[in-house]
């Protein structure tokens, strides 16, 4: 293991594989991971979430490339990033809205809606509201990811500088804060400290920390976390008190730590022979619209199904994910286009074409190298 402070004065190792690959590494787990959100969002089952947590590998792929950018960019590295999240939210806000209103917005549980409550579709510190029909649910439960990244990102700078001056301790507290947060009660603020120290083992990748820890202690470690996060899930699950696994406080890091800390670890050797790299390219590309739409295309199939087929019948939840993989795609080819505008890149409809450049290859450590 590396002592505390050395994360900032350690030389860099490199790796022998080429950036290429490392990136395509990185672009093939987001898209396992999106495709996995799907997937539990048409079905229901909880054992995909246990065997996959995505939302923990989102965030620590997205910790990595952030590391990457404030290398590379300094400070503006979080407006850049907050353009490419916020400009197909916005659009995704305003049309979201438009249907709501449109269906007749009802007064919140707690009273009328406070209209400057809809702030926070411009800038989502909290999840907006959505006072509207019994539906509208839809187009606001999966937004807590978008606050979240927002807040992540935000916090970026300050938590890349704390990082590298005490890496493993840093990562330590960040897996003990959700739990000891649930042990005094503090709801506020929750998935940001469940998904904290993702976050930070995505820095940790970035600077090629994990890969110097010697197996026989990383398995240790790993193993430590799935047993301690599995029991907690399991029990959570078994005892009824929670449903998905992004509500049992604790286990839902422990797990999603398990599992990420093995993936930032390994490299694949078979990555680049990985086929179908132009669908990696545009799942990535288009990440953000993918995430934003699938879940309103999902209740849509469902209120078209529910009349005619059982829910868990093999035929209707073969033609909701068909159609929710269809709708989403209608989605990605109207509006994913923005975020080529939000990454300044030339708009098109199927994502931007391969380029070839060179990755970091221990964050501060390598500054003549370069960054994406």
Known sequence: MIAPGTGATAGAVRSREPASDRDRY???????????????????????????????????????????SLDRHGPSAVLRRLRRLLLPFWVFGVITLAVLCTAGWRPLPDGMADWGELLWWVLPLRVPPVGGPSWAWAFQIGL???????????????LLRVFRRWPWPSIAVATALPIG????GVHAGYFVAAYLSCWLMGFAHHDRLLRRVPWRWYGCLVAGLAGAGGTWVVSAVVTGRAADLNHIAGGTTLWSMALVAVLLRVQPRFVGRVPLGGALRLVNARAVTIYL????????????????????????????????????????????????????????????????????????????????
């Open 26 to 68: 990185l672009d093939l787990l987001r898209a396992v991971a999106l495709v996995r959100v799907m997937l539990y969002h048409v079905t229901g089952w909880l054992w995909l979430s246990l065997l996959v947590p995505a939302m923990g590998l989102m965030f620590g792929i997205a910790g990595s490339l952030m590391a990457a």
């Open 144 to 158: 807590w990811y978008v606050v979240t990244y927002l807040w992540l990102v935000l916090l970026s700078p300050v």
């Open 181 to 184: 947060m649930h042990l005094a």
């Open 293 to 372: 739409w699938h879940i309103p295309a999902t209740l849509g199939m469902f209120l078209l199904l529910a009349p005619v087929l059982p829910y868990n019948s093999v035929a209707s939840i073969a033609l909701r994910l068909t159609g929710v993989c269809l709708l989403t795609a209608g989605a990605v080819l109207l509006f994913g286009w923005i975020e080529d505008v939000a990454a300044r890149r030339t708009p098109t409809l199927f994502g931007p074409r391969p380029v070839h450049v060179g990755r970091p290859v221990g964050g501060r450590h390598a500054r003549g190298g370069r960054h994406r």
